[in-house]
DNA sequence: GTGAAAGCGCTAACAT
DNA sequence: ATGTTAGCGCTTTCAC
């Protein structure tokens, strides 16, 4: 092995001055003699040393680390946990996020400790994690309405911050898409394009956002004279896109507008409207929602409600930051609003 | 905010005990009076205790902690940086690896800091994270296959494992498949089912693991007498595959049989068949490769030839967990064999 | 502007 | 089996 690393102890000496002025130069404390930060910087590359954050940590309180938990709802299997991970990262949403919140980090040195909290020993981890002073504070994707993490987390006064609106109401930040003007849009669109025969795929309406999207859409059928919109849930995958287009195109044939609660269950949608011979958008209209990669992997191209998820996750990462600073003491929300990309499936 | 934490000091005063009692209870070392380990264990949740982990990590030297690494090997734009983390997590391939890794880790106690490594100063930060013992090595997977990462881990003697074997040799411990293998399983299935006009979409030729199951491919489609099989090279995504067979499909319209050197691909490419006519498997067969979710999500399903990502990211995580403790001083290399699945498509 | 010294909260070696 | 004690490497008053 290579040996014992450097110390403060090591640099001052080489530097010929003392610990706490090398410390003063690494942190960049000002009253430090401009000669002498050369001679400490000097000092430092001979030596090769890096700080210990350990023992910063220890002094600081601080690690300029944050959990980026993604948490679920149940009491998951065993069996079930990796799947959990692998479902959550296989939705291009997820990748935006982490995106967005490294976008805000790096450039701060900071660093996102993954966790999954689908189980109740996992959130309890969570929470451990924080109290151990792991991590400064924790950003949570909720997957579900009813997850218990956020209540947990405010209880323990840890700091942390949502994405999405808790279900609960608890004294946390978040930051939040206008959801409902979002499905407005979807609605104003396809009925824009003289679709009559429009039908809707939701997301799992135990999710908030999926209820918001959809209020927003009826609101707006409704206003303009649409009472009824036919409806399946679907579980914001391809598969479930498929599904639930399968459905409705038997029971409403005549359909000519659809719109999908998100990007990957349009995908779905699009799939077996091709399958069955139906031209997008020339025969039914797609509207999706998100405006991930998959709105642009789709064929043909999705027209779709554009959700700013890095400058989301960006933000509740900034509002995270100012609250382990201190900057920030009350809960704050920033609500995002939707815009609506026009590409070809509707 | 709340007051002061409790420390294993006021533990021991509720216990009435030393702190090197309490801690001994704590880290579950033996040589502890039963009844004394109750009473602290009371002391520990009346007091509502958590050990201080940075602390502990400066006596220990130890975090718990690994960074997982999405290395890159060029000199990327600030501009692109954000791209490479959303296409990186884009392919389902990572979101296995996670699920691998943290499978292993969780269990542990252990945790996984997520890190991008696609640029000079980034591949730095990495190193320096390393060497100030934020995390106590690392897991590093490429998507180039002249990272230099793997180089400067070695060469400042920090642990470290490699998801596949790096292009020049290093003194690191890796897990890799035998991809070769692979190619062979997948060009002897085709030729099996009775193709005899096959073409084939490679992955990025910079990348070792697309040589190499082109190169098993090509070798068996030899041994069988078949001397020349036309070539695309892909870019591991569902748009490179489209558009490599539309090429293909340009230049060879009576092709019979693809072999795609990963799903996402394979995926492109049955949609095109599609798009033109071609049903899969009757007048095309396809294989991709890694049996992905978007093996499953592909119409038809993907026979595919497995790559068993999440065990092979879980003995790259042990292997690092081993290095770590001391246990295992010798780079290590474990390679997985690649398996056929026969779904729907060939 | 710089140094001396006091901890931060824990583990582990040593003494008992 | 338990207690005492010496650090781990750093930041941060407080003197000067």
Redesign the pocket.
Known sequence: MSR?????????REA?????????V??G?????P???ETVRLAISRTG????????S????RTETVALVVSGAGGVSDEEQNAFATRVLADPFFGRVVSGVVGHLRPRSMHPVLMFAETVEAREAVVTYLRQGSADGALVVSTHADDPLPALLAGAGLPAVLFARPSRPVALSYVDLAHRDGGRLAAEHLLGRGCRRIVTVSGPLAVSASQERLAGFRDTMARRGHAYVPLVQGGFTVDSGMAAMTELLAEHPDVDGVFAANDLMAQGICQVLRERGRRVPDDVAVVGFDDSSAALACRPPLTTVRQPVEDMAAAMARLLDEQIRGVRTEPTSIIFDPELVVRASA
């Open positions: 014992q690393a450097p110390t403060l102890e090591d640099v001052a010929g001055v003392s610990r706490a002025t090398v410390s003063r690494i942190n404390v000002r009253n430090v003699d000669a002498i930060q040393y890096a700080p210990n954050q350990a023992a910063r220890l002094v600081t309180r």
